[in-house]
């Protein structure tokens, strides 16, 4: 069977979103940000603190799930994006006017704005978002555009990170459309759940790490976490684009595509 073409309009978008995807990792914005390597934010972290993010991270995710879709309006509509920014930089200096006390209670917050932003843009994308499908893409958002130069490249790579979450998304799709989110016995859910949160809890520890920079302050926070809220932001158009252009051409040959901007570099 012959690969369907992307028309010149679309293969556009894709290559748009391929940039989003693929633009330059979150802790190397954070250090230009905070002026300072985040490794001096990092020798103030307690290892208590690194211990328990990961944690704070899965339950934060969890709720956000549940919580933020039903804030919003299942109907089609333009994305709210500097409501979003609005909402998270208000977050931000809250928390991070107390420190790492107040990042406990900042995270699960931050994230459910991050999440309800997300879904904003699914649904501005054509995405249903009451569906178990748009939810688990959303929560698959916190796994993706995380990556640094530490990181494997064939590991931390959009196309890899989807494939190596794939068949857990699929397994806790089939539980939610079945049971529901809040149903018990939902191990594919958890180990989901779990595969994000690892990701996701690198980036939190470098939120908490900039936040930290000797001489930076507490209005750091806020500025913090709009810098959060613009990084998914853009992740999610990114994702949420190419899952249009999905529905339209078939995976495969969004694929196809992807890799022949990825030659033609």
Known sequence: MTTPLLSPADLDALARARALLERPSLTARLS???GSPLEKGMAHLPASWRGKVGAIAHDALLKAMDTAAKTLKPEARDASPRLHKLLGSVSGGAGGAFGLAGLAVE????????????????RAEGEDIGSARTRL???EVF???GSSRSDDAAESGYYAVRAALATTVGEAARHLAEKGLTSEGAPALVRLITLVAARYKVQLTQK?????????????GAGI???F???FQDVSRGHFTVRRLERRYGAEAVQAAWQALEAAR
């Open 107 to 122: 995270i699960p917050v931050s994230t459910v704005l991050i999440m309800r932003a997300i879904l904003d843009i699914a």
């Open 137 to 139: 893409a959303a929560l």
């Open 229 to 231: 809220m613009n990084h």
């Open 32 to 34: 230009s940000l905070v």
């Open 143 to 145: 796994a993706l555009g």
């Open 225 to 227: 976490n709009l810098m």
């Open 208 to 220: 908490a790490a900039g936040m930290l920079v000797p001489g930076i302050g507490a209005a750091a």
